[in-house]
C-alpha cells in the first residue's frame, strides 16, 4: 500500500499542472459547501443573539394583509418586520388601545408598540440615512439593552410627543465622532430631536438606529394614528400558546373580525420567528447545497476523464509492472489511490477557500452592522473531506478497475 501511495504522488507531481486543473471543480464544489455551511451557522447564531435581545418570554404582534381590503390603506411604508408586507399599502388596524387592552390579560406583565420610518439624519456636517424606530416607553422596560451615556425615555415624554431621542452606538459615533452627544440636537428628516441617551454597543443593526417616543412620530413624523408591531411581555412562558390564543381573541373583538382566517395580525413566539427564519433559511441553504453538488459531480467526471487519459499514457508501464509480478490489486489499488488523492487535495482546497470566503462575509456584514460570527463548523470540515474522498472512488474506481484488468502481453506491446 505504502508502495503504491508513493507511486501516486510521483505521478501527480510529475505533472502539476493537470493536477491541478483537474481537482478546479471539486475545489469551486467543496469551498461552496463549506460557504453555504457556515453561512447558515453564522445566520443561526446572528438570529439567536437578535431574539435572545428581546427575551423567550415575549410574543411579537405583527400587521399582515388580510384577504379583504376594509383595513388597507394607500401610502408610504411605515415600517418593517410585518407579516407579508406590501411596500404599496399599510395595514392601519393595529392600535395603541389594542395593547392597552392586551396588558390586562392576565398572564401579560407588560408591552410596547412600534413604529419605523427612514429619514436623513444630520448634525453639523455629518449627514447619513437612518432608520428610526417610534416605540413606547414601556420599551424599555422590556428590552434587555442598557445605555453607556444618558437615560431612556419616559412615559411622559412618550404621551407627551417630545421630540427627544435615544441613538445606537454606531449612529452616535458617525454623527459626533468624539463630541459627546447627550444634550445634542440631531436632526431627522425635518425635525430636531434632543440626544437624552446612547445605547451601548449591541453589535446588531440597532447600533445604527435610532429611538424615538412612539407618539412623536406618529403625530410628527408620519402622521399616522397606528402601530406595524406589538412585544408582549409574559409572566410564565409555559402560558405562551393560551396567552397567544387570548390575544388573538382581543384582537378580533378590537377589529371586528368573526372569521380568523380573515385576520389582520399575526401573534408569534419568540420560537415561532426562529423556526419560521430556520425552515426558510434551510430550504436555501439545501437549494445552494444541490447547485454545488452539480460542480462536485462535474468534477467527478472530469476526474474520471483523466484517470483514463492517465491509465491509456501509462498501459505500458502497466504491463511491465504485471510482468514482474504485481497483481490485479497492486494496479487497482495504485490508481484509486491517485484518484483519492486528487480528490481529497481539492476537498482540502476548498475547505480553505469557503472558509476564506466565509470569513470575508463576517467581515463585511460587520462593518455593515450586522453581528455576523465567522464560524466554520467541523461538521463542515467533515463532509467536506468526506465528499471528496467518496468522490474520488466513485469516479476512480472504473478507471482503476479498466488498468487492473490490463492484458500484461497486449500492454507491453502499447505505444
Known sequence: ??????????????????????????????????????????????????????????????????????NRASGPSTGIGTGNFNATIAITSLKVKDLEDIKKLGNVSNAYGMAAGQAVAS???????????????????????????????????????????????????????QDPPIGKYLRVGTLNFQVIGVYAPRNGELDDAVFIPLFTVQKKLLGIDHIIR??????????????SEDIREALRRNHDITDPAKDDFTVATQADVLETLNT??????????????ISLVVGGVGIMNIM?????????????????GATNADILSEFLIESILVTVFGGFLGILFGGLLAWILSVVAVANGIAWQFTVPLYAIA????????????????????????DPVEALRYE
Open 1 to 70: 500500500m505504502f508502495t503504491a501511495f508513493r507511486q501516486s504522488t510521483k505521478s501527480l507531481s510529475s505533472n502539476p499542472v493537470r493536477t491541478t486543473l483537474t481537482t478546479l471543480g471539486i475545489v469551486i464544489g467543496i469551498s461552496t459547501v463549506i460557504l453555504v455551511l457556515s453561512a447558515g451557522a453564522g445566520f443561526r447564531n446572528f438570529v439567536n443573539d437578535q431574539i435572545a435581545s428581546l427575551g423567550t418570554n415575549t410574543l411579537v404582534i405583527a400587521t399582515k394583509v388580510p384577504p379583504t381590503t376594509k
Open 230 to 243: 406589538g412585544v408582549v411581555q409574559m409572566k410564565n412562558t409555559e402560558l405562551a400558546d393560551a396567552t
Open 123 to 177: 448634525y453639523r456636517n455629518a449627514k447619513k440615512s437612518v432608520m428610526y424606530f417610534g416605540a413606547s416607553a414601556a420599551r424599555f422596560d422590556v428590552d434587555k439593552g442598557t445605555l453607556q451615556d444618558g437615560r431612556f425615555y419616559n412615559e411622559g415624554e412618550d404621551k407627551g410627543a417630545a421630540q427627544v431621542a435615544i441613538l445606537g452606538s454606531k449612529i452616535a459615533n458617525d454623527m459626533f465622532g
Open 308 to 324: 483514463y487519459v492517465v491509465v491509456t499514457e501509462r498501459t505500458a508501464e502497466i504491463g511491465l509492472k504485471k510482468a514482474l
Open 280 to 293: 426558510i433559511f434551510t430550504g436555501i441553504t439545501l437549494l445552494l447545497i444541490a447547485i454545488a453538488a
Open 383 to 406: 463532509i467536506g473531506v468526506g465528499v471528496s474522498g467518496a468522490i474520488g472512488i466513485s469516479f476512480g474506481v472504473l478507471p482503476a478497475r479498466n488498468a487492473s484488468r490490463l
